[in-house]
């Protein structure tokens, strides 16, 4: 849920600024601003969350802490490369390709109830998913519009 109030937050942020520097509204850039915000939002639980988020990680996967933390800096790139004209499109259709990808560790934190804060076994369940998955979708059509889509 954070996550989603980052990304309209500072989207409504970004418009008014926006807004006020140029008098003309870009939603594509306040668009990539809020995916970039959202995402260094996201990264910073991956360095502070890093035992609970391993948890998460597929079974069959080895290293999971290091696939956490790594995943943390990639969403920093990810976040630096919307921003960078000459990467913004190339960031865009693999931030797409991250989003899909990252599900499954999503629903098996729902699945088995892992916390991922703390990896403990006392998370939202299976309920999480009705939320989740609908933003996974959400963030996928948000990339999609304010990136892809030119």
Known sequence: ???????????ILSIVIIKLATHRIDYQLSGRIAMSSMLLFTAIGHFT???????????F?????EIVLITGVIE?????????????LLTGWVLIAFFILILPANIKASIEHINYQTGELNGNGL???????PLQVI?????????VRQ
């Open 139 to 147: 963030f996928i059509i948000w990339v999609y519009v304010s990136v």
């Open 61 to 65: 996967l080895p290293l999971k802490s």
């Open 76 to 88: 920093i790139l990810f976040a630096v490369g919307l921003l960078v004209p000459s990467y913004k």
């Open 1 to 11: 849920m954070k996550p989603l109030f980052v990304l309209i937050g500072t989207f």
């Open 127 to 133: 309920s999480y998913l009705w939320f989740r998955i």
């Open 49 to 59: 969350f890093t035992k609970g988020m391993a948890a998460m990680v597929p079974d």
